[in-house]
């Protein structure tokens, strides 16, 4: 089993609809969840940061973690033709010094 | 401030030729790594350093060796190129220890090697 799952999609929907993403995971040690942006033929860059369980907004992005079923999301509001991009879930232990990171789920935002 | 800089972007390696992928950072971070990223399989920790001096071992380090005499640079070296190392390869770096709360990885935009 792997330590993180993510539907890798693709994903596609159309401007101003609402994105639900989502991970699922095995280790109950993980208390860092982290979203990460990717762009075509870039780097990741961090979207969403969260600790331990609960919700968290940031403008038009959502980030909740269900510790209890090990399961965390990502809701894009409003979504924008820019938002295309592979969205990857990652987690990590305390004091670790790796991300487990998921697969990415690719979405496309049609104008 | 360039944050991670890699290089170089592309390189296409015969098997069994060597070469060495450049990271350097400039926000002064201690801990620097270095990743692959396959289609369908996600980031894989290949090696890790948590200052000049000390490098580790992460989950596919096979075939792969590092160094890290300063802090702002990290190069990755592969020695006998194999098909199974075309990927892309990316750096980051974090100020501190990364299961810490405000501490995101810092990547780089990556270096796409194909070995044939």
């Known amino acids: 089993q792997k330590e993180v799952e993510q539907d890798p999609g693709p994903l596609s929907v159309p401007e101003g609809a609402i994105v639900s993403l989502n991970c699922t995971y095995s280790?109950?040690?993980?208390?860092?969840f982290m979203w990460y942006r990717q762009y075509s033929r870039k780097g990741p860059e961090l979207l969403m940061y969260t600790y331990s369980s609960g919700n968290k907004e940031d403008g038009r992005f959502t980030a909740q973690v269900d510790k209890s079923s090990k399961y965390i999301s990502l809701f894009i509001r409003d979504s924008q033709p820019s938002d295309s991009a592979t969205y990857l879930c990652?987690?990590?232990?305390?004091?670790?010094?790796?991300?487990?990171f998921g697969t990415g789920t690719r979405l496309t935002v049609i104008p | 401030n360039a944050g991670v800089t890699q290089t170089p972007k592309f390189r296409i390696l015969k098997i069994g030729q060597s070469m060495t992928l450049q990271c350097a950072q400039d926000m002064n971070h201690n801990y620097m790594y270095w990743y692959r990223q396959d289609p369908g399989m996600g980031l894989k920790l290949i090696y890790y350093?948590?200052?000049?001096?000390?490098?580790d071992k992460g989950e596919v380090p096979n075939g792969y060796n590092v160094s890290r005499s300063t802090t702002e640079d990290f190069p990755l070296r592969l020695e006998l190129a194999a098909p199974s190392q075309t990927s892309v390869y990316f750096c980051?770096?974090?100020?501190?220890?990364?299961?810490?709360?405000?501490?995101?990885?810092?990547f780089g935009n990556g270096t796409r090697l194909t070995v044939t």
């Open positions: 990652a987690m990590s232990e305390t004091g670790a010094n790796n991300l487990f």
């Open positions: 980051a770096s974090i100020p501190g220890p990364m299961g810490s709360y405000n501490s995101p990885l810092h």
């Open positions: 280790n109950s040690a993980f208390q860092y």
């Open positions: 350093s948590v200052g000049a001096g000390i490098t």
